[in-house]
Protein backbone atom coordinates (compact mmCIF):
# COMPACT_ATOMS: atom_id res chain seq x y z
CA UNK A 1 0.00 0.00 0.00
CA UNK A 2 1.52 3.19 -1.07
CA UNK A 3 2.07 6.39 1.82
CA UNK A 4 -0.50 8.81 1.17
CA UNK A 5 1.36 11.80 -0.37
CA UNK A 6 -0.11 15.25 1.90
CA UNK A 7 2.55 17.54 0.98
CA UNK A 8 5.62 17.96 -1.45
CA UNK A 9 8.20 16.90 1.25
CA UNK A 10 5.94 13.04 0.52
CA UNK A 11 7.35 12.93 -3.05
CA UNK A 12 10.15 10.70 -3.21
CA UNK A 13 11.09 12.76 -6.14
CA UNK A 14 11.44 15.71 -4.11
CA UNK A 15 13.51 13.63 -1.25
CA UNK A 16 15.71 12.24 -3.62
CA UNK A 17 16.48 15.80 -5.40
CA UNK A 18 16.74 17.74 -1.87
CA UNK A 19 19.09 14.80 -0.40
CA UNK A 20 21.32 15.01 -4.12
CA UNK A 21 22.04 18.95 -3.74
CA UNK A 22 22.85 19.00 -0.54
CA UNK A 23 25.46 16.19 -1.28
CA UNK A 24 26.47 18.16 -4.15
CA UNK A 25 26.90 21.73 -2.27
CA UNK A 26 28.37 19.92 0.84
CA UNK A 27 30.99 17.30 -0.95
CA UNK A 28 31.39 18.14 -5.22
CA UNK A 29 31.60 21.94 -5.38
CA UNK A 30 34.10 22.64 -2.50
CA UNK A 31 36.56 20.19 -4.73
CA UNK A 32 35.99 21.94 -7.97
CA UNK A 33 39.02 24.83 -8.97
CA UNK A 34 38.60 28.32 -8.34
CA UNK A 35 38.65 28.85 -12.13
CA UNK A 36 35.62 26.94 -12.20
CA UNK A 37 34.21 29.43 -9.30
CA UNK A 38 32.03 31.72 -11.90
CA UNK A 39 30.77 29.01 -14.17
CA UNK A 40 30.58 25.51 -13.36
CA UNK A 41 30.17 26.00 -9.65
CA UNK A 42 28.16 28.34 -10.02
CA UNK A 43 25.89 26.80 -12.43
CA UNK A 44 25.62 23.82 -10.50
CA UNK A 45 24.84 24.96 -7.44
CA UNK A 46 21.69 26.70 -9.24
CA UNK A 47 20.26 24.28 -10.77
CA UNK A 48 20.69 21.89 -8.07
CA UNK A 49 18.91 24.20 -5.45
CA UNK A 50 16.44 25.07 -7.92
CA UNK A 51 15.10 21.29 -8.31
CA UNK A 52 13.37 20.70 -5.04
CA UNK A 53 12.81 23.83 -4.20
CA UNK A 54 10.19 24.33 -8.16
CA UNK A 55 9.52 20.64 -7.02
CA UNK A 56 7.58 22.75 -3.85
CA UNK A 57 6.57 24.95 -6.21
CA UNK A 58 4.17 22.24 -7.45
CA UNK A 59 2.49 23.49 -10.49
CA UNK A 60 2.77 22.29 -14.03
CA UNK A 61 4.99 24.58 -15.56
CA UNK A 62 7.24 24.39 -12.49
CA UNK A 63 7.47 20.46 -12.69
CA UNK A 64 8.61 21.13 -16.68
CA UNK A 65 11.50 23.26 -15.56
CA UNK A 66 12.27 21.26 -12.54
CA UNK A 67 12.50 18.82 -15.34
CA UNK A 68 14.42 20.91 -17.00
CA UNK A 69 17.33 21.94 -14.35
CA UNK A 70 17.39 18.54 -13.46
CA UNK A 71 18.99 17.30 -16.74
CA UNK A 72 21.05 20.57 -16.95
CA UNK A 73 22.53 19.40 -13.70
CA UNK A 74 23.46 15.96 -14.81
CA UNK A 75 25.64 17.87 -17.47
CA UNK A 76 27.25 20.01 -15.08
CA UNK A 77 27.74 16.73 -13.06
CA UNK A 78 29.34 14.90 -15.91
CA UNK A 79 31.52 17.60 -16.64
CA UNK A 80 32.83 17.60 -13.23
CA UNK A 81 33.42 14.28 -13.32
CA UNK A 82 35.02 13.84 -16.81
CA UNK A 83 37.20 17.30 -16.81
CA UNK A 84 37.97 17.08 -13.14
CA UNK A 85 37.60 13.70 -11.95
CA UNK A 86 36.32 15.20 -8.95
CA UNK A 87 34.61 11.94 -6.99
CA UNK A 88 33.78 9.96 -10.09
CA UNK A 89 31.87 6.92 -7.62
CA UNK A 90 29.78 9.77 -6.08
CA UNK A 91 29.13 11.72 -8.90
CA UNK A 92 28.04 8.37 -11.10
CA UNK A 93 25.50 7.95 -8.26
CA UNK A 94 24.34 11.50 -8.36
CA UNK A 95 23.72 11.23 -11.69
CA UNK A 96 21.89 8.00 -11.64
CA UNK A 97 19.86 10.19 -8.94
CA UNK A 98 19.23 13.01 -10.80
CA UNK A 99 18.25 10.65 -14.17
CA UNK A 100 15.71 8.46 -12.05
CA UNK A 101 14.47 12.21 -11.02
CA UNK A 102 13.65 13.20 -14.61
CA UNK A 103 11.91 10.44 -15.30
CA UNK A 104 9.55 11.17 -12.15
CA UNK A 105 9.53 14.38 -13.28
CA UNK A 106 8.03 13.68 -16.48
CA UNK A 107 5.53 10.97 -15.19
CA UNK A 108 4.35 13.47 -12.08
CA UNK A 109 3.54 16.20 -14.95
CA UNK A 110 1.46 13.81 -17.17
CA UNK A 111 -0.27 12.73 -14.08
CA UNK A 112 -0.95 16.54 -13.32
CA UNK A 113 -2.81 17.07 -16.82
CA UNK A 114 -5.85 14.68 -15.04
CA UNK A 115 -6.34 16.76 -12.29
CA UNK A 116 -7.12 19.94 -14.55
CA UNK A 117 -6.16 21.88 -17.51
CA UNK A 118 -2.54 22.79 -18.64
CA UNK A 119 -1.25 25.74 -20.05
CA UNK A 120 0.78 23.91 -22.60
CA UNK A 121 0.23 21.32 -25.20
CA UNK A 122 0.16 17.96 -23.88
CA UNK A 123 3.32 15.93 -24.64
CA UNK A 124 3.15 12.54 -22.61
CA UNK A 125 3.46 9.17 -23.68
CA UNK A 126 4.68 6.09 -22.14
CA UNK A 127 8.17 5.88 -20.18
CA UNK A 128 10.46 3.06 -19.51
CA UNK A 129 11.93 3.60 -15.82
CA UNK A 130 14.25 0.93 -16.67
CA UNK A 131 15.73 2.49 -19.80
CA UNK A 132 17.80 5.86 -19.26
CA UNK A 133 19.62 7.77 -21.91
CA UNK A 134 22.45 8.42 -19.78
CA UNK A 135 25.68 6.05 -19.90
CA UNK A 136 27.17 6.41 -16.25
CA UNK A 137 29.36 4.05 -16.68
CA UNK A 138 31.59 5.61 -20.31
CA UNK A 139 34.27 8.21 -19.57
Not at 14 to 39: G, M, W
Not at 104 to 126: D, H, I, M, N, V
Request: charged content about 30%; aromatic content about 10%; some cysteine.
Amino acid sequence: MRKRIRSFTDLEVYQNTYYASVTVLTKILLKLPKSERFDLVDQLRRSAKAIPRLIAEGFQKYLDDAAGESNETIVSLCHTRDVYNVEPELITQLIDTYDKASRQLYKLSCAWESFGPRKTKPRCSKVDDNVSPFETDQR
